[in-house]
């Protein structure tokens, strides 16, 4: 029998890692899809390339749970549309950070543990 303890659903399921980069690639500032990709890109030292279509995705469903808002940028040329993190998108950003470090604590205190 599996038991999971805790007090926010959210917080208990590990993020995607796009979904994860692209709250992260929001974090420090708002930025339109294709800066959003390049910043992703960046941010994975290029391991992780987002198609369009995966990006865009991402960014309704996160809409749809709150977490990012759409941001109105003076550069309006393009009518590039601009997102940011919602307090809410915040704080699983942190929770997700906070369970990848006990994670990554606990599986390093095992690696020290069995070296020979």
Do not use: C
Request: without cysteine; charged residues 30%; hydrophobic residues 40%.
């Amino acid at each position: 029998m599996r038991h999971v303890i805790s007090n926010n659903i959210d917080a208990a399921r590990p993020l995607t890692e796009p979904v994860f980069l692209i709250l992260t690639g929001l974090a420090d500032q708002p930025r339109h899809g294709y800066a959003l990709m390049q910043e992703i890109e960046q941010l994975s030292n290029g391991r992780v390339i987002l198609s369009t279509g995966t990006l865009y995705g991402a960014l309704r469903r996160l809409l749809e749970q709150g977490w990012i808002e759409r941001f109105a940028q003076e550069d309006t040329s393009r009518e590039k549309q601009a997102y940011r993190l919602t307090r809410e998108g915040r704080r699983q950003l942190q929770a997700e950070v906070e369970r990848m470090r006990q994670v990554t604590r606990l599986a390093a205190a095992r690696l020290k543990g069995s070296e020979v």
